[in-house]
């Protein structure tokens, strides 16, 4: 058996074990959660990159600020990502329901969760080529576009890339320069 004082002890030693451990769960789950988001919106663009070429269409991926599903595929807009509440991929011009390929609501990793960044539009080509449609009118992508995806209360931030030659990549801006998921080219703090 135990003495009162023995497990009295081994509560205050447990107390304060959970009371050391919580914050780093607390940062554990903010970064799984940010990092969770940032590969959705990569899977977004991987699938639109490959029903591009499947369909032999126009494929885009906006950020929108409508609900991502079927009955809002024509009317949803681009929206910059600092506004924008989610991702849609479509095809271009969609005239019906059945063009809408998938997309994702920001919410669903987290309310902490905001985005920033550069692309607000972009459409694959069945020919692999990429265009940016953040102004209206299809340019051929010259610079890599970038989605941040920021939780503040942590600090962390997880970016998602896409670049002129059609890659796609995620990456952690706090990771050090060099190493495999630090951004290339760095992003200003």
């Known amino acids: 058996?135990?003495?009162?004082l023995e497990l009295m002890f081994t509560i205050a030693i447990l107390g304060a074990l959970i009371v050391?451990?919580?914050p780093s769960f607390e940062r554990l789950f903010a970064s799984r959660q940010t990092t969770s988001a940032a590969q959705s919106l990569a899977a977004a663009l991987r699938k639109a990159q490959a029903e591009a070429t499947r369909l032999n269409r126009n494929v885009e991926v906006?950020?929108?600020t409508s609900e991502p599903s079927a009955a809002n595929v024509t009317s949803a807009t681009a929206a910059a990502p600092a506004t924008a509440t989610a991702w849609m991929v479509r095809v271009q011009g969609a005239t019906s329901a059945d063009e809408f390929l998938g997309g994702e609501s920001r919410e669903r990793f987290g309310k902490s969760i905001t985005t920033a960044g550069?692309?607000?539009s972009i459409v694959f080509t069945p020919m692999g080529r990429?265009?940016?449609m953040s102004s209206g009118t299809p340019l051929m992508l010259a610079s890599p576009r970038v989605v941040q995806f920021n939780h503040a209360p942590q600090s962390l931030r997880f970016c998602t890339y896409v670049t002129p030659g059609g890659s796609i990549r995620v990456c952690d801006s706090a990771?050090?320069?060099?190493?495999n998921s630090a951004c290339q080219p760095r992003l200003p703090s």
């Open 175 to 179: 990771a050090a320069y060099g190493t």
């Open 130 to 132: 990429v265009l940016d």
């Open 62 to 64: 906006l950020m929108t």
């Open 118 to 120: 550069n692309l607000s």
């Open 20 to 22: 050391i451990a919580v």
């Open 1 to 4: 058996g135990f003495t009162l």
